[in-house]
């Protein structure tokens, strides 16, 4: 049995779920989110709770049953609250402005990086230092970190680069004489 597929989702006022077979849309003050559930889950609706079960009893429905679950309650957080991710930029001369739908990045290389910011996701530069991510998709939201945290990876010598706020970056000692 899975402990977090036997969860049931507890649906918030100003939130409206609708569950067509294995397609479920979720409508909220955030925006709207649709996904298409395995075929090896059920999904039912019952006084704002939303409650996902197996299929059947074979190990591929157990695996997607608490998966399936999760992704729901994901959805119908997102479009309630948001999801928001924290980049930290360290190195003398990086910087990060957002300007309409494009960030534009200093990190140290010849020219200037400019990453197109993908729709449903809103990125605030409060510090030249600090990129602020949200959105209402959890998968988009980490993808995008991802990717702006790729294009300078934090290196281990003197800690320069793009960091998640609160992430520990283990340091190497440099050279002996």
């Known amino acids: 049995m899975s402990r977090i597929g036997k969860l049931p989702i507890e649906v918030t006022s100003g ?9 479920i849309t979720v409508t909220g003050p955030k925006g709207t989110l649709k996904n298409s559930l395995p075929k090896e889950v059920q999904v039912t609706m019952e006084q704002n709770r939303i409650t996902v079960k ?28 948001g999801f928001t991710e924290n980049l930290e930029i360290e190195g003398v001369g990086f910087r990060a402005a957002a300007q309409g739908k494009i960030l534009k990045l200093n990190l140290g290389f010849s020219h200037e990086v400019n990453y197109a910011i993908p729709e449903g996701i809103t ?27 790729g294009m300078k990876r934090p290196e281990p010598y003197k800690g320069k ?17």
Do not use: C
């Open 15 to 23: 939130v409206k779920v609708d569950i067509k077979g294995q397609d």
């Open 161 to 177: 680069g793009i960091r998640y706020a609160g992430e520990k970056i283990r340091r190497k000692e440099g050279k002996k004489k």
């Open 123 to 149: 990125i605030k530069t409060e510090k030249p230092t600090l990129i602020n991510i949200t959105g209402a998709n959890k998968q988009l939201v980490g993808q995008v970190a991802a990717e702006i945290r």
């Open 54 to 81: 197996p299929g059947n009893d074979n190990q591929r429905a157990r695996a997607m049953w608490g998966l399936s679950r999760t992704l729901v309650s994901n959805m119908v957080a997102g479009v309630s609250t």
